[in-house]
């Protein structure tokens, strides 16, 4: 509360002396500081706004880049793999695949068999691992998807 009574004794003081600079003037200068000074601020205001306006603009074509590059990687994910894709072992396919749609796989070896175990809200997001392990050279043998409560299990034998 003091604070916002210091600012307004402040404020006070400081239109009283340029009250009393003002009455001081002739009527002419008067509304010559009077129009410049408005004119000042107008313009002050104006220049911020329009810097404003053109940073929000830089952005938002920035992020309509970033959206455009989202999409194309979307779409051209599959054939985008690396170089080493061939040296990769099956597991390390699985788990590759698993971390980039974000799951959490077990995964179990028999043979020459894989045995893994997945959990997910969604089956596009089950049907999308599967899809991108078959990409990799991962050939499914045997698949199970049973709804457990909210998630939905998935029980596939890989080779």
């Known amino acids: ?13 400081w ?4 009250a009393d600079n003002l009455e001081k ?10 129009f410049t000074t408005i004119f000042v601020i107008v313009a002050a205001v104006g220049a911020a706004l329009w810097y404003t306006h053109k940073a929000a603009e830089k952005q938002q074509l920035r992020l309509n880049e ?12 599959v054939t985008m793999k ?8 099956t597991a390390d396919k699985i788990q ?3 971390q980039q749609q974000g799951l959490s796989v077990a995964s179990q070896q028999v043979g020459e068999q894989f ?7 969604n089956y596009a997001v089950l049907a999308n691992f599967l899809t991108q392990i078959a ?3 991962v050939s499914l043998e045997k698949m199970e998807l049973v709804k457990e409560g909210a998630q939905i299990k998935l029980t596939a034998t890989v080779q």
Do not use: Y
């Open 66 to 77: 970033m959206k455009d590059l989202v999409v194309w990687m979307q779409s051209n994910v």
């Open 1 to 13: 509360m003091k604070t916002m009574e210091n600012f307004q004794n402040r404020l006070d003081i």
């Open 25 to 34: 003037m002739s009527a002419r200068e008067r509304i010559m500081v009077v």
């Open 96 to 98: 590759r695949v698993a």
């Open 115 to 121: 045995q893994i175990v997945a959990q997910h809200q």
């Open 135 to 137: 990409q990799m050279g």
């Open 82 to 89: 690396p170089a080493d894709d061939l040296a990769l072992t």
């Open 15 to 18: 239109s009283e002396k340029v």
